[in-house]
């Protein structure tokens, strides 16, 4: 197939990249900057999704969107901005280049804070940020064209996902594994901790990830309206995580514990359908595979 990858520079985009190359397709990666590295094999194409004018125009048989803004405590100082970038982004993207198949890669956050663990993708949506909100009014975009018959969709629901492939590292160091880790190799002084660390969340390798965007790329057939969680369903309490990190990196990781924020005691996926529909699990999620590759891509970046 043919296959446009959104966000391809991102780091899940470029993850999805290399998979959907690795597994013979035509992929074309469109970026904003003309400097982004992409997986060999992929194609790099100009535009901005919020430029309509300039997007590709394919013909293109299968679309894989990654491409948003993603940060939650953002969202709130800027919900117009992520509305739309995520939301009128995706209706331009969609406008343009057609395409018989596409995946949308959304998030957890659509759900809010539910009381039943794990979560399965028939709890009901109640996102309780900017950033979830826009991302759930992109989903049913999607799905609705969908409906149309004129393509067929899957919405992927990720939970945390970590991990590195080709030696690129997680950039973002809002995020609790990348900032762990930069703390254990020396670029920050400790790693702020809410409460004391019992809260409990799941993490999904990130080639993982791109595996469940291709298996769904290559599944889905027009008409059709998927959704699926994707996770490794394992869960961590916060102060298991630097326990890992300071066991697979030999480093110290001082911690500072701030007095409490309320949020979820607990966020699991329940990836059931997913498994069971596309026949997808995870390979390389277990805690310390993600702990060590990202590891390994964060002191070869530097140096």
């Given at each position: 197939?043919?296959?446009l990858?959104?966000?391809?520079?991102?780091?899940?985009?470029?993850?999805?990249?290399?998979?959907?190359?690795?597994?013979?397709?035509?992929?074309?990666?469109?970026?904003r900057?003309?400097?982004?590295?992409?997986?060999?094999?992929?194609?790099?194409?100009?535009?901005?999704?919020?430029?309509?004018?300039?997007?590709?125009?394919?013909?293109?048989?299968?679309?894989?969107?990654?491409?948003?803004?993603?940060?939650?405590?953002?969202?709130?100082?800027?919900?117009?901005?992520?509305?739309?970038?995520?939301?009128?982004?995706?209706?331009?993207?969609?406008?343009?280049?057609?395409?018989?198949?596409?995946?949308?890669?959304?998030?957890?956050?659509?759900?809010?804070?539910?009381?039943?663990?794990?979560?399965?993708?028939?709890?009901?949506?109640?996102?309780?940020?900017?950033?979830?909100?826009s991302?759930?009014?992109?989903?049913?975009?999607?799905?609705?064209?969908?409906?149309?018959?004129?393509?067929?969709?899957?919405?992927?629901?990720?939970?945390?996902?970590?991990?590195?492939?080709?030696?690129?590292p997680?950039?973002?160091?809002?995020?609790?594994?990348?900032k762990?880790?930069?703390?254990?190799?020396?670029?920050?002084?400790?790693?702020?901790?809410?409460?004391?660390?019992?809260?409990?969340?799941?993490?999904?390798?990130?080639?993982?990830?791109?595996?469940?965007?291709?298996?769904?790329?290559?599944?889905?057939?027009?008409?059709?309206?998927?959704?699926?969680?994707?996770?490794?369903?394992?869960?961590?309490?916060?102060?298991?995580?630097?326990?890992?990190?300071?066991?697979?990196?030999?480093?110290?990781?001082?911690?500072?514990?701030?007095?409490?924020?309320?949020?979820?005691?607990?966020?699991?996926?329940?990836?059931?359908?997913?498994?069971?529909?596309?026949?997808?699990r995870?390979?390389?999620?277990?805690?310390?595979?993600?702990?060590a590759?990202?590891?390994?891509?964060?002191?070869?970046?530097?140096?």
């Open positions: 197939m043919r296959v990858v959104t966000g391809a520079a991102g780091f899940v985009g470029y993850a999805v990249g290399r998979r959907l190359a690795a597994a013979g397709h035509e992929v074309d990666g469109l970026v900057r003309p400097d982004a590295r992409l997986p060999d094999g992929v194609r790099p194409v100009h535009g901005d999704l919020l430029d309509p004018g300039g997007l590709p125009r394919g013909p293109y048989d299968g679309v894989c969107h990654l491409a948003a803004l993603t940060r939650v405590r953002e969202s709130f100082a800027e919900p117009l901005r992520f509305f739309a970038a995520n939301v009128q982004g995706t209706v331009n993207l969609l406008r343009a280049v057609g395409g018989t198949r596409v995946v949308y890669a959304s998030t957890a956050a659509v759900y809010g804070t539910p009381d039943r663990q794990p979560i399965p993708e028939t709890e009901g949506t109640a996102p309780t940020s900017p950033y979830g909100a991302k759930l009014a992109a989903e049913q975009a999607v799905r609705f064209h969908a409906r149309t018959g004129e393509i067929g969709a899957v919405v992927l629901r990720t939970f945390n996902v970590a991990g590195s492939v080709d030696g690129r997680d950039p973002d160091e809002t995020r609790l594994i990348p762990a880790l930069a703390v254990a190799a020396g670029r920050a002084p400790h790693l702020e901790i809410n409460g004391d660390g019992a809260a409990v969340r799941e993490y999904l390798h990130v080639d993982d990830l791109a595996a469940a965007h291709v298996s769904a790329l290559e599944a889905v057939r027009p008409g059709e309206d998927r959704v699926y969680n994707v996770g490794s369903g394992a869960g961590a309490a916060v102060h298991e995580v630097v326990a890992a990190v300071r066991e697979v990196t030999g480093r110290p990781v001082p911690t500072l514990s701030r007095p409490p924020r309320p949020e979820p005691p607990v966020l699991l996926c329940d990836a059931t359908a997913i498994t069971g529909g596309l026949g997808w995870p390979a390389r999620s277990s805690l310390p595979e993600i702990i590759g990202s590891w390994d891509a964060l002191t070869r970046a530097d140096g």
